[in-house]
């Protein structure tokens, strides 16, 4: 069972920035939101804290199709490892044990 994203951040917009409610309706009126959906999101509406930022970057938790998105994403733009880690704010060992589990 995942989380509805998609309620907790039009409930979050709603609550905390209703004068910026047109900025994200594209995006929430997806029917299902990918996981760069909810990066982008999270960066547009937590712009300066950075702070924050690297906390949450703990509790990340990526499915096996998220992983697969990304390494894709690595192959289509001809990425190397610390770039691609550097991109979706990833540690180079993680991108390097995801490529060890799922593509060797």
């Known amino acids: 069972m995942t989380p509805n994203y998609k309620l907790i951040y039009s409930d979050l917009i709603n609550k905390k920035f209703p004068e910026r409610i047109g900025e994200f309706q594209t995006i ?15 960066e547009k509406i937590f712009q300066n804290k950075k702070a ?6 703990k509790y990340r938790s990526y499915s096996k199709s998220d992983i697969l ?4 994403y690595q192959k289509k733009h001809g990425l190397n490892n610390i770039q691609l880690a550097h ?7 993680t991108v390097t044990k ?5 593509l060797v």
């Open 69 to 72: 998105r990304i390494l894709d």
């Open 52 to 57: 924050q930022q690297k906390v949450n970057q």
């Open 98 to 102: 995801w490529k060890k589990m799922f």
């Open 28 to 42: 929430l009126s997806k029917n299902k939101l990918s996981f760069l959906d909810i990066i982008n999101l999270n």
């Open 87 to 93: 991109h979706f704010r990833l540690s180079r060992n």
